[in-house]
């Protein structure tokens, strides 16, 4: 609907052209971006590109990435920034397997302590940057740093769950009809999904409400647009901030629970850079470090622009890590080139018609 309508709104009533806000043109780039890739690499590569299922893995692999980077969105239009989130994601997800497995806690009790855990570390953070205006690099930098090690405290070896309730629901997947692939023997294997993509899914629609149809929404815009106006309009900039922050958190106790959904597994190393892949998915989908701009929309392709650029090194014979973090930068800095030169146009163009 959102990418429509931006099409929609590139016409007036009257069949004059109307501009598309920086939020909508920088989505409808990011769209575009995404499909004009896929489909190249459908018809170069071909292989797996052409298989249903490696369309819907970039859901199910990528769960836990896409709310994180959700609650970087939010945080990044308000002007702020959280690099915690990798390490939040980390402990959130060990806590929850120790807590299964040493004291026969449930799927729901555990899923109850990710919440806990991610609302106060948000909590904690949120207070920090809004009401006692600390630099959000340096809070969530060490934020970081204390979620890494508290992960290794709660426990230095990997742990795996066995709740039986929890592997049920670790095993759970809904069947895409008509979509698939043949095996060798001829049985039509249909594309699935995990649950922890039917969780995103439903974040991403309640983030994506939250911000476009609410007071609350239009009011991280507003701050991350000009704070001191923000002001003048009765808007309470702190308490945005803070409550910003805490969704972050919040999110990043989803994640942590979804990426254990998938994986089954607590481990130290979880979710390594995660957050820096979060903050270039959110640049990539049209957020902008300088707030006021960024949709969950447009982040959402972020993630999947992202990691689909990933799949074609790796089609292309570029199996080593580093090629991946190369192309990650690259694909990072023109995003970030491309929206300086088309903000920059638009600005001048708009201050010339004013003229």
């Known amino acids: ?27 409808t780039i990011t769209i575009c971006t995404f499909f004009a890739m896929y489909i190249l690499a459908m018809i170069v590569w071909g292989g797996g590109f052409l298989n249903p299922q490696q369309f819907f893995n970039l859901f199910n692999n990528n769960a836990y990435l896409i709310i994180i980077s959700c609650g970087l969105t939010i945080v990044m239009i308000t002007g702020g920034i959280d690099i915690s ?26 899923l109850l302590i990710a919440l806990a855990i991610g609302l106060a570390i948000g909590a904690v953070q949120g207070f920090l940057v809004a009401y006692l205006k600390i630099q959000p690099f340096i809070v969530t930098l060490a934020g970081m740093f204390f979620t890494r090690g508290m992960t290794t405290i709660v426990s230095k070896v ?9 592997i049920k629901l670790k095993d759970f997947y809904v069947d895409i009809p008509f979509l698939g692939s043949y095996a060798n023997n001829g049985n039509f294997i249909p594309a699935y999904l995990e649950l922890g993509v039917l969780i995103t899914i439903a974040v991403v629609i309640v983030c994506w409400f939250l911000l476009k149809y609410t007071r609350f929404g239009r009011n991280l815009y507003a701050v991350g647009g000009n704070s001191e ?10 308490r945005t901030q803070f409550f910003a922050y805490l969704l972050c958190g919040l999110l990043a106790g989803i994640a942590g629970f979804v990426y254990l959904l998938h994986t089954g597994a607590g481990n130290a190393s979880n979710a390594t850079q995660a957050e820096m892949q979060a903050i270039a998915s959110s640049i990539i989908g049209g957020t902008l470090l300088s707030g006021g701009v960024g949709s969950i929309i447009g982040t959402l392709f972020g993630v999947m622009s992202l990691k689909t650029i990933s799949s074609i090194v790796v089609a292309s014979g570029l199996k080593e890590p580093y090629w991946q973090s190369i192309t990650t930068g690259l694909m990072l800095c023109f995003f970030i080139l491309l929206q300086s030169i088309i903000l920059s146009y638009r600005k001048k163009k708009l201050g010339s018609m004013a003229a």
Do not use: Q, Y
């Open 1 to 27: 609907m959102a990418f429509t309508d931006n099409i929609k709104n590139l016409f007036a009533k009257n069949g004059k052209r109307h501009p598309l806000s920086n939020t909508a043109l920088l989505l």
């Open 85 to 110: 989130v990798g390490g939040s994601v980390a402990l959130i997800t060990m806590a929850s397997v120790v807590f299964m497995e040493d004291h026969a806690g449930g799927p729901l009790s555990s």
């Open 158 to 166: 990997p742990r795996t769950a066995t709740n039986e309730v929890f």
């Open 229 to 238: 106006s923000a002001l003048m309009l009765g808007i309470n900039v702190k």
